[in-house]
């Protein structure tokens, strides 16, 4: 069981550009978690998707913000057009039932925007 | 709206001592509560899960407590070792579903 898997670990972008962010929930997980974390400050949750469906999006951003889990393949953090703002480490969690019993983290990616 | 707060932000202890580290929240209607450990770049790894109807759990040299009544939890690390030095995070899952995080304790353990 490889755990969460998220991808790239590290990503560049130049302001105006498109950032897709991937998180590959463990095996047998079908709801996933988005959470930013900004330098000094803690973790915001963002969006709660389980397959095919969002369930919570309270926390994203109402712009160029989105985010999918689709019935196959991993689930996509997409910003569009980003400013300096939008550089932080980006959290993917996943849990079998919801999160009552737990979830698992993935490592991360690391958004800079230049 | 629920509030988690850690406290202190930092704490550096030298090696072998016992620590406490404190996480306070402001709505007691909570589902669970965890703690993680975070490495500098790293992603989290979770520590300890405690469901509401619990009071502490323990794993090694680590306990955690949980008073909902009062919205606190401790955690307690035994024989701190250099390798303990971390970001440790709170986090309570609300009835909404949300995890809410707190800031973290940065603790350093001085050899």
């Known amino acids: 069981n490889a755990g969460v898997m998220q991808n790239p670990r590290h990503l560049v972008r130049r302001r105006g550009q498109e950032a897709r962010l991937r998180c590959s929930p463990m095996?047998?997980?079908?709801?996933v978690y988005w959470y930013r974390q900004l330098p000094e400050e803690g973790l915001k949750f963002m969006v709660y998707l389980q397959k095919e469906n969002i369930i919570d999006e309270s926390g994203m951003p109402k712009e160029r913000f989105s985010a999918e889990f689709p019935k196959e393949g991993p689930s996509i953090l997409r910003i569009q057009q980003v400013v300096r703002g939008d550089s932080a480490a980006y959290f993917c969690?996943?849990?079998?039932?919801?999160?009552?019993?737990?979830?698992?983290f993935g490592s991360g990616t690391r958004l800079t925007v230049v | 709206k629920q509030e988690v707060t850690q406290i202190p932000a930092a704490l550096s202890v030298p090696e072998g001592e016992n620590l406490v580290l404190n996480c306070s929240f402001t709505d007691s209607a909570i589902y669970n509560l965890q703690w993680f450990r975070q490495d500098p770049g790293k992603g989290l790894t979770s520590l300890l899960l405690?469901?509401?109807?619990?009071r502490e759990q323990t794993s090694g040299r680590l306990n955690a407590s949980l008073d909902k009544s009062s919205g606190r939890s401790t955690l307690y690390i035994a024989a701190s070792q250099p390798g303990d030095s971390a970001t440790y995070l709170c986090a309570v899952l609300n009835r909404d579903d949300k995890i809410i995080f707190g800031k973290g304790t940065r603790l350093h353990i001085l050899p």
């Open positions: 969690a996943s849990s079998v039932q919801g999160p009552l019993y737990g979830y698992t």
């Open positions: 405690i469901q509401s109807s619990q």
């Open positions: 095996k047998g997980h079908s709801h």
